[in-house]
């Protein structure tokens, strides 16, 4: 599909004329940016281009050496040599490969409210990762400049699992976090460090677009913790216009994780003239109350201009409110405003007494009054992770 002036997804990108992320610093409060990973660091190698590869489980042989990827809804065939729609998995004589192993482009420690993650582990550390590519173009991304790029014109670190656990150890990291980019496409580097996370105590939680097929879904939810889902808008209409994707998938994923007793948590970016009509917002909050519960943390999340929608204005934050105002009164319990700091929408509340639980301001925690799980006030049971991996 076109992107903007006329141009492909990668002709845009090449046509920028703009850098490409080796390290986006991490705005975390708790950090400097002379401490952010891994620039300050010694012996963390990288260089421009270089790649990790792994063998998919997720593919089927066809005809003539061609292969179909069975990782998420595309099912993308690959003739010898060419690679899917992502642009990470590559055919090598009638096997299919992932080409970001081990290698990200960006390595950051972040404040795990970042993701944004409100019920897991509040006031902690992230240790999270990401490699160019991504199985959506969406026409908003805020991170367009690896997601939308070949690892061979990134500059990629050397970072295989065990090294990252021990990172994410060593700088006291309570979680690891696959984000940025959609971490489906590296699901085996996510995977193995999943798996090896979890022997060694340390939450595995990922932000996706949750556009993958129930096998890798399931085998990844043995070994995740927490899922940030973008619920980016709730009809087919949207998904095909703003990211070249389908909805009904997002929803069985999100069905699958609570089935599975992963924590989720929903954003909903809510932009200007194309998924803000309040009808339709009070259609999906309907959807999450009566298929995934009303007490999943649902955060409606202020757009701002980038990538192809620069011409759009910020949401007003009116909007926001009045999103956050509907999916209280059709009884969802946990609903956040994002992307405007120092809002009282960024609190927590306790749905049975109403008393504030956990002040936030941006990713500060000012105070926390969850205690075990449950409210101080009245003890009730507060829905996250709030001691520590299980």
């Known amino acids: 599909m076109a992107g903007a002036q006329g ?6 990108v090449a046509t920028c004329g703009k850098g490409i ?22 012996g963390l190698e990288g260089s421009w281009g270089f790649i990790g590869t792994r063998l998919s489980p997720y593919f089927k ?24 729609y992502c642009e990470v998995r590559e055919n090598r004589q009638g096997k299919l490969y992932s080409l970001v192993y081990g290698n990200p482009c960006s390595i950051n420690i972040d404040p795990i409210e ?21 199985n959506f173009d969406c026409k908003f991304c805020q991170n367009w400049e690896i997601s939308q790029q070949v690892p061979e014109k990134t500059f990629n670190f050397k970072l295989p699992p065990v090294l990252a ?16 980019v959609e971490p489906t496409i590296f699901f085996e580097y996510m995977y193995d460090i999943a798996v090896l996370a979890k022997r060694n105590g340390i939450l595995s939680v990922c932000h996706s677009n949750g556009y993958i ?21 709730f009809t087919e209409a949207f998904y095909r216009e703003m990211s070249e994707g389908s909805l009904q998938p997002v929803l069985n994923t999100i069905k699958t994780l609570r089935s599975k007793g992963v924590h989720v948590e929903l954003v909903n970016l809510m932009i200007p003239t194309k998924n803000d009509a309040m009808q339709v917002v009070k259609k999906m909050c309907l959807w999450i109350k009566d298929e995934v519960g009303a007490d999943v943390p649902l955060h409606f999340s202020r757009f701002y201009p980038q990538y192809k929608l620069r011409n759009l204005p910020p949401t007003p934050v009116e909007t926001l409110e009045q999103a956050r105002s509907m999916a209280l009164s059709v009884g969802l319990e946990f609903v956040y ?9 960024e609190n927590t509340y306790c749905p049975s007494c109403q008393k504030t ?27 996250g992770i709030w001691e520590g991996a299980s």
């Open 337 to 345: 405003i994002g992307n405007v700091p120092g809002h009282s929408g």
């Open 7 to 12: 141009l492909s997804r990668r002709e845009f």
């Open 114 to 134: 970042k993701k944004p993650f409100f019920h897991v582990l509040s006031g902690t550390r992230s240790f999270s990762i990401a490699t160019s590519g991504c």
């Open 213 to 233: 097929n129930p096998q890798p879904l399931n085998d990844l939810a043995n070994y995740l913790g927490a899922a940030c889902i973008d619920l980016k808008g």
């Open 61 to 84: 042989p066809l005809a003539g050496q061609e292969v179909q990827c069975l990782l998420c809804p595309r099912g993308c065939l690959v003739s010898e040599g060419k690679r899917g």
């Open 21 to 42: 992320f080796a390290l986006a610093l991490s705005s975390c409060p708790f950090m400097s940016a002379r401490e952010a990973y891994p620039a300050e660091k010694p």
């Open 357 to 383: 639980l956990i002040v936030r301001r941006g990713y500060y925690i000012l105070a926390n009054h969850v205690v075990k799980g449950k409210c101080r006030y009245c003890g009730k049971g507060i829905p």
């Open 165 to 180: 656990v021990k990172l994410a150890r060593e700088n006291h990291c309570a979680s690891i976090a696959s984000t940025y």
